[in-house]
């Protein structure tokens, strides 16, 4: 039984998963040597059923996926006040507030869609010259829209920062 549980598993998880989880699995059985047993066919367990070992798996699996997937950015928010500047938020996959920026309106020197290159291909951001620092501010520095995208926005933040300007000059 345990056998063909394995072997369903192993068709539907892929192999890497796999392995992250049996290396996980045999650390914590390990911390109980006297339960449980190395064979060739894998981790042989003397009191534990098979639904428990892969619960075990599971739970292991899961608790070392969530950590890593809490440090994944889900998403940036841009909010522009007139007069005032820009605050830049990201938050992660829970909702959690992971940095959060502002600048003010008259620092700002310029705001634009630059390219540059990241692993082999051209890439498009927005960003903000800010007065009397020599670096860019960034904006969407997680998720890199496409150059599509970036123009409406870019389009709307100049309109709410600037509404007296009807040009901006070329953007990209």
Do not use: C
Request: net charge positive; hydrophobic share 50%.
């Amino acid at each position: 039984y345990f056998d063909s549980l394995t072997h369903m598993f192993k068709s539907v998880i892929p192999w890497y998963v796999l392995s992250h989880i049996e290396g996980a699995v045999a650390t914590v059985l390990s911390i109980f040597p006297h339960k449980y047993r190395w064979e060739e066919s894998g981790w042989l367990v003397n009191n534990l059923s098979p639904s428990v070992f892969w619960t075990i798996a599971i739970a292991v699996f899961v608790a070392v996926k969530v950590p890593l997937r809490m440090r994944q950015i889900a998403e940036e928010e841009i909010l522009v006040i007139q007069g005032v500047g820009i605050q830049v938020t990201i938050r992660n996959f829970l909702g959690t507030v992971v940095s959060q920026r502002f600048i003010d309106a008259s620092l700002i020197r310029s705001i634009f869609i630059h390219e540059g290159f990241f692993r082999h291909r051209v890439i498009f951001f927005l960003a903000v010259l800010i007065e009397n620092r020599s670096d860019l501010e960034v904006l969407f520095q997680e998720s890199l829209p496409r150059l599509a995208a970036l123009r409406p926005i870019l389009s709307g933040i100049r309109t709410v920062l600037y509404p007296s300007k009807k040009e901006f000059g070329p953007s990209l």
